[in-house]
């Protein structure tokens, strides 16, 4: 959902996951292309794509004003339940097994939290962070902080459009939530998901270890 509040922004163009790694300026260059083809970006201050996963990039592109980065984190146990969820609901082929996988997925959760904090201590800028529970408790207050970081000429909005990939599978929430058009704290609970006690308690760990890092190379 916050990638659709930043992608009906008039300043920004872009609202799904592009897969894209920004190894190099080159990868920048594709997204520029791939957003123009796809949308258009006339009037659009920024390019807004998501990543999800330990892909590379490149810490010169952080030194170029036009690259403006942004961390956002979950707490554990919701987390991992929901990716366990989206498992078994919409992952196809050999990343099915290890995404329906209790242990694979608290791995992933940590060695991404690591990932961040490696990120955010190495950039030469500081990224903004938040954790996104704070988006559905405190929903004004991040709006307000994510409209001055980005400078957008006009408040950020918890109502957004819908576009052509909304809710399709491998473009961000293929949840139906996300098509509702309005930022919405009713979630699904996931208490039929199982996750052995001791691995939320290394998830928890992982979490607590590694917030307090994020939080001192970050913008908050």
Not at 74 to 79: A, G, L, V
Not at 83 to 88: A, D, P, V
Request: proline share 6%.
């Amino acid at each position: 959902m916050f990638s659709h509040i930043l992608g009906s922004h008039p300043d920004i163009c872009g609202y799904s996951e592009l897969h894209t790694p920004y190894a190099s300026k080159a990868q920048l260059v594709q997204t520029d292309k791939r957003l123009a083809e796809e949308q258009g970006y006339a009037q659009a201050k920024y390019l807004f794509d998501k990543l999800l996963h330990n892909a590379p990039v490149s810490y010169q592109l952080l030194t170029e004003k036009c690259v403006v980065p942004m961390v956002v984190v979950r707490k554990p146990e919701r987390t991992i339940k929901s990716i366990l969820t989206m498992g078994k609901k919409y992952t196809q082929g050999e990343n099915k097994a290890n995404f329906t996988n209790p242990e694979f997925v608290v791995n992933y959760y940590c060695n991404r939290l690591k990932w961040l904090v490696d990120f955010c201590t190495e950039a030469p800028c500081k990224p903004l962070f938040f954790e996104a529970e704070n988006l559905i408790e405190q929903t004004e207050t991040v709006l307000q902080l994510v409209t001055h970081y980005l400078k957008l000429n006009s408040p950020l909005s918890p109502e957004y459009q819908t576009f052509a990939k909304t809710g399709k599978t491998g473009h961000g929430d293929p949840s139906d939530y996300v098509k509702s058009g309005r930022l919405i704290a009713r979630r699904d609970s996931y208490e039929l998901q199982f996750v052995e006690p001791s691995l939320l308690a290394k998830a928890e760990g992982s979490f607590n270890d590694s917030y307090p890092l994020l939080k001192a190379s970050c913008q908050v």
